[in-house]
Each structure stands twice: as structure tokens, then as C-alpha cells.
């Protein structure tokens, strides 16, 4: 039984991936054990009517016992424990959520509905580093694979609208709490018999201003408001978010020539939906109707919503996406520039797509590659 290691399976992306795992019966088969950083010796999870007790998460040689370890602890976990097991000589398999590995040379990163090729390619060269790539760039790819596939992008801007969960588990609080505060402040013109709707906007606005809303988190207000840059600055006066969108896609594709890809990534206050707005230049010009076909048939989980008002409403929102695994893309028109410039919108959940589930699937192909 191959002998399966999970670090940082209680935090946000790691419950998603246990949820995930336990409803696709991967763990049946698998010889699991569980890691804490924190509490080793506690009980793990119930896996089969049996637990264990969780390992320690900084032990070299309890992690090298194992044939993949799948962590999710985050990046300085990655930073501090993987180079000390590389030192050790583990030659094992590691599937990691993290940024921290992904730009080395000898990481691939997965999202095999979109370059199962360069996985397999990966697996037969015997590499054994497997990283989820940027939430924002996996969901791009997983909207638009049938027209990278295609060969029509020539370069793509996407306007981003991230969700709070991104930016962490403590976030996503953040934000229903600041929504609750501003109720609060509101809540007399809310309630009052005529509702006068210019009295609510002043006690949102002062509320929005004032040290009372919980800003912990992020810093600045996001209910009711967005904040256009996440992550830290790069060069070029782009976000580090920004900048993954261009070096990552390439990565993932493993193209030749690389394609532009660049914009602005915003947060907003959505609560675990990424959605994107792209611009994109094609190679050629080809009807809508081409474009649509290939991006429905790219893979099992995208599929085209009607450029019309009801559609697009109804299933092209973070609130019908969220928690499922469905990629939708829509608002699908050539824009006023040119027959080659085309315009979509797309929404992913950015914990299963966009993070837990490529990692999941990973674990799936190295299965079958081993063939245990
Ligand atoms: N960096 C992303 C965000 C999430 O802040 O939304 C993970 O890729």
C-alpha cells in the first residue's frame, strides 16, 4: 500500500481536501497517516472507523517513511521541512498547495485537466515535486483551455475580482463581520417605517471610516468597498498576484513561446469565488460560435452560459458557483476593437479548483503511475 502523509489537513484548502477525498473514496486503497504541527500524539481523523495518532510535522525522519507526503501546511512549513528531507535523501513524492516550490526548476505544476501532458511528461523524467499553481492562473486556464489548446491566444488582460478566502481563513470572517458591523450601524434608517435610503448610506459611510469596523485582517475595509492590490509589490508596478498570472500559466502549459498575460487582480467582497474578466487577443479570427464550442469541450467542468441577461444572472455568479466544482464562462462577445479581440467572464470556487482539487487528482495520476 503506498504510504500517504498529510500535513496541514485541518486549515481551510486542507478540509476542503479531506471534504473532496472522503467523496471520492480516494482514501480507500491508501496506507494514510496524519501530521500536526502542533499536537502531535492527539488523535487524527476517523478514516474506515479508526483513528491515529497525528504524527509530528517537523520529525525528518517520521516524514521519510512515507512514499508521498501532501501538504497544505502553507509556504514557510515548505521553506523550513522539504529542503532538510531532500537533504536526507527522500526521493518521495511531494504535492504541495503552497507557492514556496513552485518557480524551481524541477516542480511541475498541476492542473491536469489542463496539462495532463506535462504531469505524465513529469512522472516519466521521474520528477517528484508537484505543486497546485495560483488560485486566479488555474482558474484562467481551467475558463480558457480549449482556446490555448486551440492555439488561438496570442496574449489575454484579465481583470480579476477575488474572493476573501484567498486571502486566508481569518479573512473570510473578517468580511461577514464587517458586513454585520455595517447592519449595525445602519440598523435604525434600516428599520425605520420609510426607508430613506441617503440616511443608510451615511451610516455605512461613516461606519466604513471609522476604527469600529474590524480591520484586523485586511487592513481596510472590504464589505461594501474593494481593494485593488493583493499581495505585495512586484517590479513594474505590478502585485506579486498579478505577476503569477503571466509566469505561472506558462509554467503550468510548459509553453515554447511564452503568452502574455497581465492585468489587474482586485479583491472584493465575495466570499470563496474568484471571477474574471478577460480580454483576449486570438491569433486569428474565428465566430463566437467556434470559440464557445472549444471552450465547452475543453474538459468535463467548464461550460459556455448564454450572453443574455437571465443566464448570465443566474448561473454566472459566485453565489451559484460556489462550492461546486463547475467552471462557467459567459458574457462571450468580440469587442468594438476587432474581429480578433474577444471578451468572457468566468467564476471558479478558488478552494476546489483553484486549490485543493488539482492536488487531489495528483494524488490520482501518481496512483495509477505506480500502479498501488
Ligand atoms: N493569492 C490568491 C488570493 C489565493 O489572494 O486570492 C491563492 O492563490
Known amino acids: 500500500m503506498l504510504k500517504v502523509g498529510f500535513i496541514g489537513w485541518r486549515g481551510m484548502v486542507g478540509s476542503v481536501l479531506m471534504a ?59 521553506k523550513d521541512v522539504f529542503p532538510r528531507l531532500r537533504s536526507a535523501g527522500w526521493g518521495g513524492l511531494w504535492i504541495d498547495a503552497a507557492s514556496a516550490l513552485r518557480m524551481n526548476d524541477d516542480a511541475v505544476l498541476v492542473l491536469d485537466p489542463v496539462n495532463r501532458p506535462v504531469i ?5 523524467q521521474g520528477l517528484n515535486t508537484y505543486c497546485g499553481a495560483n488560485c486566479t492562473t488555474s482558474l484562467m486556464l481551467m475558463a480558457l483551455a480549449g482556446l490555448y489548446r486551440a492555439g488561438l491566444v496570442e496574449w489575454i488582460s484579465t481583470m480579476t475580482y477575488q474572493a476573501a ?44 471610516r471609522s476604527p469600529d469596523l474590524p480591520t484586523n485582517e485586511f487592513g481596510h475595509p472590504l464589505a461594501a468597498s474593494l481593494l485593488p492590490w493583493i499581495d505585495r509589490a512586484v517590479d ?15 509554467k503550468i502549459l510548459a509553453t ?6 497581465d492585468g489587474q487582480c482586485v479583491r472584493v467582497g465575495a466570499m470563496r469565488c474568484h471571477s474574471q474578466a478577460f480580454t483576449i487577443k486570438l491569433t486569428r479570427d474565428v465566430p463566437v460560435s ?19 441577461q437571465q443566464p448570465s444572472l443566474t448561473h454566472l455568479t459566485p453565489a451559484a458557483v460556489t462550492g461546486t466544482l463547475d467552471v462557467p464562462v459567459g458574457r462571450i462577445r468580440k469587442m468594438k476593437m476587432g474581429p480578433e479581440y474577444l471578451t468572457a467572464f468566468s467564476v471558479g470556487d478558488q478552494l476546489l479548483w483553484g486549490a485543493a482539487e488539482p492536488l487531489r487528482r495528483m494524488l490520482t495520476i501518481y496512483r495509477e503511475h505506480v500502479g498501488r
Open 20 to 78: 473532496r477525498m472522503r467523496a471520492e473514496n480516494d482514501f480507500e486503497g491508501l496506507d494514510s497517516e496524519f501530521f500536526s504541527t502542533s499536537n502531535p500524539g492527539a488523535d487524527g481523523p476517523e478514516l474506515g472507523g479508526a483513528r491515529r495518532p497525528l504524527l509530528d510535522a517537523h520529525d525528518i525522519n517520521t516524514l521519510r517513511r512515507f512514499d508521498v507526503l501532501l501538504s497544505c501546511q502553507g509556504g514557510a512549513y515548505t
Open 120 to 124: 505524465e511528461a513529469g512522472l516519466a
Open 165 to 208: 478566502s484567498g486571502a486566508g481563513a481569518r479573512n473570510m470572517v473578517e468580511l461577514v463581520r464587517q458586513m454585520s458591523s455595517l447592519a449595525d450601524a445602519a440598523s435604525e434608517p434600516l428599520n425605520a417605517p420609510a426607508t430613506d435610503a441617503m440616511e443608510i448610506d451615511r451610516a455605512v459611510t461613516e461606519r466604513l
Open 236 to 250: 513594474g508596478g505590478q502585485t506579486r498576484e498579478e505577476w503569477k498570472g503571466f509566469v505561472e500559466s506558462n
Open 256 to 261: 515554447e513561446h511564452p503568452i502574455p498575460v
Open 290 to 308: 467556434d470559440v464557445e464550442g472549444l471552450i465547452a469541450e475543453a474538459h468535463p467542468w467548464t461550460k459556455v452560459i448564454d450572453n443574455r
